[in-house]
Every structure is written in C-alpha cells, then in structure tokens.
C-alpha cells in the first residue's frame, strides 16, 4: 500500500475509532460504539484477512456482505475503506487490538467476530494456510489461545470431520461433569439473547446462532458416545 493510499485508509479509520473512544453515555450510546467497532473490524480485518492468500475473490466480497450487512447509503463510504484495506495484508494489528479493547469482557463478542472471518475465508471453499496464520495472528491478539482457535476452526469443518471434543475445547479423557460444566458455559456465552441485549448487528446474532446449534450438536455427540442420551 503506498504512503499516501495508507493515509487515507488511516484517516477514514481513525475517524471512526474516535467516535467510538469519544463516545460516553447510556447504554444506547454503548451499543452504538459496540455497533461501530464491529464496523471497522469487519471492514479492515476482513479485507485484509481476504487479501492474505495474495487474491481478493468475489466470493470473498460476496462472504463479507453476508456477514455484515452493509445499508445502502453506506456501500460507497464501506466500499471505499475495504478497497484500500485490501490492497495489503499486513497492518492489520492495530485495527485487531483497538477491537479487543473494546470488547476484553466480552470474549464471546471477539470470537464472533473471528467467526465471521472464518466465513470469509472459507468462501472460496478453502482456507489457504496464510488466512489461517492471519486468523491465528487475529487470535492471538484477541487473547484466545491455540486450544481455542482450533475449537473455532473446527466449527467450520465439514460436520463429520469436526471432533465435538475440539468443538467445546475440552480433551477427550474429560470426565462427564467437566463436559457437561463447559457445555452449559459455552451455551450461556453465545446465546443470542446476549448479542441481541447489547445491540450488535442481526447478521451476527445469526452467526451466533449457527454457532450455538454447533456447541449443542457436539455436546449431544458426546452424550451418545458416551451411552449418556
């Protein structure tokens, strides 16, 4: 990305995160900075995740439409920042950081988020093994660790290549009341009611959503295994 190309997107995002770090109120002003910062990560963090196996495909474009809904009036604006966040991989960290500041209680927001990327990278049915060292790096950043990051990987891999242990992040030789302890857990963060309270964008409560079916569906794996159900 050239000097000048790089100053623009800065001033474009810059922009944005100061209204987000500015804003001070009730809690209809947070879930608007929550809405906002959603925004610029899927705008950047998703470009340039797209961008990190060297080609932007349409597929890809097409995937991050689906995964945020962009209004009408704002597709120039959106679609001004995405070109030229796209344009380069790299850079993305301090877009990832200024998101995880904003959500560090809420782990169950960031991996959302990280859904949503995987969705975009996946679009053109495989996930080249840059994209995946770029979601680790995103990740990592996030504060989730290596067990965790192949439990999200894992939610999209073909349902019968998926291993329920992996789904819920807990280890084979786990006891009965471990799983069930971390299952009840994982249920509790992700239901969509959550997202909903706090006024996060509709194509990630359905995200969410297919999330949750997934945890559910990997508990009751478990359970059958097991003789349990």
């Known amino acids: 990305m ?7 997107l800065g001033g474009a995002i810059g ?3 100061g209204r987000v770090t500015g804003q001070r109120g009730g809690e209809g002003e947070s879930n608007g900075t929550k809405q906002i910062a959603f925004t610029i990560g899927v705008i950047v963090l998703g470009a340039k ?6 080609v932007v495909t349409r597929d890809e474009v097409r995937a ?38 904003l959500f560090r209680d809420n782990p169950a927001v960031l991996e959302d988020l990280l859904h949503g990327l995987f969705h975009i990278a996946k679009a053109d049915n495989v996930i080249h093994p840059a994209e995946l060292e770029f979601l680790a790096g995103v990740a990592e950043i996030f504060g989730f660790d290596e067990l965790d990051f192949q439990r999200m990987r894992a939610h999209h891999m073909p349902p019968d290549a998926s291993d329920p242990y992996v789904i819920l992040g807990v ?17 509790r ?19 969410n959503s297919r999330k949750l079916a997934a945890i559910n569906e990997a508990y009751e794996r478990i359970q059958r295994q097991r003789g349990l159900n």
């Open 2 to 8: 050239g000097e000048a190309a790089a100053s623009s």
């Open 15 to 17: 922009a944005l995160i």
């Open 49 to 54: 995740m797209a961008k990190a196996d060297g």
């Open 64 to 101: 991050f439409r689906e995964v945020f809904h962009v209004p009408p009036e704002e597709l120039k604006n959106v679609g001004r920042v995405f070109d030229m966040a796209r344009r380069d991989a790299t850079g993305y960290e301090p877009y990832a950081r200024q998101v995880q500041r």
């Open 171 to 187: 280890p084979h030789e786990a006891g009965d009341d471990e799983v069930r302890r971390v299952w009840r857990r994982l249920a």
């Open 189 to 207: 963060e992700h239901h969509p009611d959550k997202l909903v309270a706090q006024g996060l964008p509709q194509e990630f409560v359905e995200l």
